[in-house]
């Protein structure tokens, strides 16, 4: 025994170090805190409260502007009648076209304040807070940062402008170990229960 420890470890040898882990049996058990996968009803319910806040963030803005970009294209065609001809009437000019410009600039800071910085900066937004859940990097078991919070923010965003966002979010359903959608493989990311 003394002379195979003078030797150091080696393939054969009960003292040997693999090159690698096995995986765990349990692969939360192997993880640096106890954190698991959260519930899927209390992170549908934190989604709805974040997508209220949200919306009534956004509608804010976009009703005092939507009305005064939907006033001034409505005086548009309204001038346009009153010449008498068949005209054309851009409905979409350098007024409304400003205007719906500015609810999409407040719709894009919202997301970035009410999702990306709390995600990056304590793992939760207020909805994920509400219900007690929190955003994880996998590895790290720590908030994910700014850079995976924006990934995580836009691909859920850009998903469902294409109308697929349902799809990624309901792989979650089917998703093992981790429950993840598609928003959280992307950022490396899991929604902790806690």
Known sequence: ??????????????????????PAADPF???????????????FAARVIDTVVAAVVVGAAAVPLGSAAYHHAKDKVDAAKLTGETVKVWLIDGTTGTQLGAVLVVAVLAGLLLEVLPT?????????????????????????GFGASLRRWLTYVLLDLLVIGV?????????????????DKAAHTFVAGG
Do not use: N, Y
């Open 167 to 183: 799809a990624g979010v309901l792989w979650c359903l089917f998703d093992r170990p981790w429950k993840q959608c598609w928003h």
């Open 29 to 43: 058990a192997s993880a640096l805190s106890q954190e698991r996968p959260g519930g899927l009803v209390r992170r």
């Open 120 to 144: 990056a900066k304590w793992g939760r937004t207020l909805g994920k807070k509400l219900v007690g859940l929190h955003v994880l990097d996998i590895e790290a078991q720590q908030p994910p």
């Open 1 to 22: 025994m003394h002379d195979l420890a003078r030797q150091g470890p080696g393939p054969g040898r009960p003292d040997a170090v693999l090159p690698w882990r096995p």
